[in-house]
T-cell receptor
Framework: DAGITQSPRHKVTETGTPVTLRCHQTENHRYMYWYRQDPGHGLRLIHYSYGVKDTDKGEVSDGYSVSRSKTEDFLLTLESATSSQTSVYFC????????????FGPGTRLTVL | LAKTTQPISMDSYEGQEVNITCSHNNIATNDYITWYQQFPSQGPRFIIQGYKTKVTNEVASLFIPADRKSSTLSLPRVSLSDTAVYYCLVGVRFRDDKIIFGKGTRLHILP
């Protein structure tokens, strides 16, 4: 498995505060993804990156921003957290994009009070 | 991006063969069919991928008919540890389309 870590693994925060989640990979994969998973909605793509400084929006990008200044790190920022952003967040990486296998991290459980 | 339809949930018993069918009527010529498995409190993991006919690995088999408008994931002799959510993805494109996992099929294996 690709070495993918996410930090923090659990976080509780208050509405209106900024939150940054970090995804770190050791496999030198070019593509990285942030998903959120909520009951009844399955896995939904927030943002993705196809290289350093190259990112694009997924289907649920409102309220989120991302940055990728190094190949190994992909940051997800909630500028002003809301209760609707309470979720489990997964990071994934992929070597060659397209239909190729994605490798997922262990997830971050975020609670916004 | 080809839309997929799969059952929301399924129950089966230990030792049985389980087949989960996914419909993808508007699959494109270049699209592959990919299945992921997700255990509780973990991220999804890749199980199998195919383009046509049959693909088999140590975990599962994937059957794809000639028209490719559907596919069936087959899990032989399931155990309790196969309880998971299974996602069918078709035609994942990067920069062209959005990657959509959908809600998957929640498989519950009973003793």
């Amino acid at each position: 498995d690709a070495g993918i870590t996410q930090s923090p693994r659990h976080k509780v925060t208050e509405t209106g505060t900024p939150v940054t989640l970090r995804c770190h990979q050791t496999e030198n994969h070019r593509y990285m993804y942030w998903y959120r998973q909520d009951p009844g909605h399955g896995l939904r793509l927030i943002h993705y990156s196809y290289g350093v400084k190259d990112t694009d929006k997924g289907e649920v990008s409102d309220g989120y921003s991302v940055s990728r200044s190094k190949t190994e790190d992909f940051l997800l920022t909630l500028e002003s957290a809301t209760s609707s952003q309470t979720s489990v967040y997964f990071c994934a990486t992929q070597d060659r994009g397209g239909d190729n296998e994605q490798f997922f991290g262990p997830g971050t459980r975020l609670t916004v009070l | 991006l080809a839309k997929t339809t799969q059952p929301i949930s399924m129950d089966s018993y230990e030792g049985q063969e389980v087949n989960i069918t996914c419909s993808h009527n508007n699959i494109a010529t270049n699209d592959y069919i990919t299945w992921y498995q997700q255990f509780p409190s973990q991220g999804p993991r890749f199980i199998i991928q195919g383009y046509k006919t049959k693909v088999t690995n140590e975990v599962a088999s994937l059957f794809i008919p000639a028209d490719r408008k559907s596919s069936t994931l087959s899990l032989p002799r399931v155990s309790l540890s196969d309880t998971a959510v299974y996602y069918c993805l078709v035609g994942v494109r990067f920069r062209d389309d959005k990657i959509i996992f959908g809600k998957g099929t929640r498989l519950h294996i009973l003793p």
